[in-house]
């Protein structure tokens, strides 16, 4: 099961882009990266999720390197309500859940 | 949309009493997961299931059991709470098993205080 890495927090100007990186260098073939966040006192919330290509949804973007050990979570146009913890994951079936980046959006 | 609900959002209980979490998918997913959730300690899985009366134990399942008598529901029981289970409890489940259709859906999450 791969571990992530991920920096403790991060702060973005409210209309920005917010770039979160994720590494997992010892992920294997068949793990996908799986992004979530947390907004204060609720459930984590599914974003996005990719095995090799990069990956756009209506909330985000996942761009993974070629060698697949680490990604970027994309948040195009941040807004206050983006203000979260944001989960990496490279598991499959059972995750490990991190303490992930805290990002806050700044307005 | 996955809705995974749980049986409360805030609950109180006393040392020593036997306290039940319930959690139900609306999705026919196979997979049923409880985590708790503790400051600086991230999330941490409890108990999974992957089918109707089965079980696995997580990282931390010592204090728990679980009961799954129905593919949509799953339970979480404490047999005698301590106050060391003052914690959220979060509940997810997941389509199946297979790579790329095991994102887990979380529900809201049950605050329990045990004094």
């Known amino acids: 099961d791969a571990k992530t890495t991920q920096p403790t927090s991060m702060d973005c100007a409210e209309g920005r882009a917010a770039n979160l990186p994720c590494n997992h260098s010892t992920i294997s073939g068949n793990e996908y990266v799986y992004w979530y966040r947390q907004i204060h006192s609720q459930g984590p919330q599914y974003i996005i999720h990719g095995l090799k290509n990069n990956e756009t949804n209506e909330m985000a973007s996942l761009i993974i390197t070629e060698d697949r050990k680490s990604s970027t979570l994309i948040l195009p146009h941040a807004t206050l309500r983006d203000t979260a913890v944001y989960y990496c994951?490279?598991?499959?079936?059972?995750?490990?859940f991190g303490t992930g980046t805290r990002l806050k959006v700044l307005a | 949309d996955v809705k995974v609900t749980q049986s409360s959002r805030y609950l109180v209980k006393r040392t020593g009493e036997k306290v039940f979490l319930e959690c139900v998918q609306d999705m026919d997913h196979e997979n049923m997961f409880w985590y708790r959730q503790d400051p600086g300690l991230g999330l941490r899985l409890i108990y999974f299931?992957?089918?109707?009366?089965?079980?696995e134990k997580g990282d931390i399942p010592e204090g728990y059991s679980v009961s799954r008598e129905k593919k949509e529901r799953f339970s979480l029981i404490l047999e005698s709470a301590s106050t060391n289970q003052t914690s959220m409890y979060l509940c997810a489940s997941s389509l199946e098993s297979q790579v790329g259709t095991d994102t887990q859906y979380f529900g809201p999450g049950t605050r329990l205080t045990v004094l």
């Open positions: 299931s992957y089918d109707v009366k089965m079980k």
């Open positions: 994951i490279a598991q499959t079936y059972k995750y490990i």
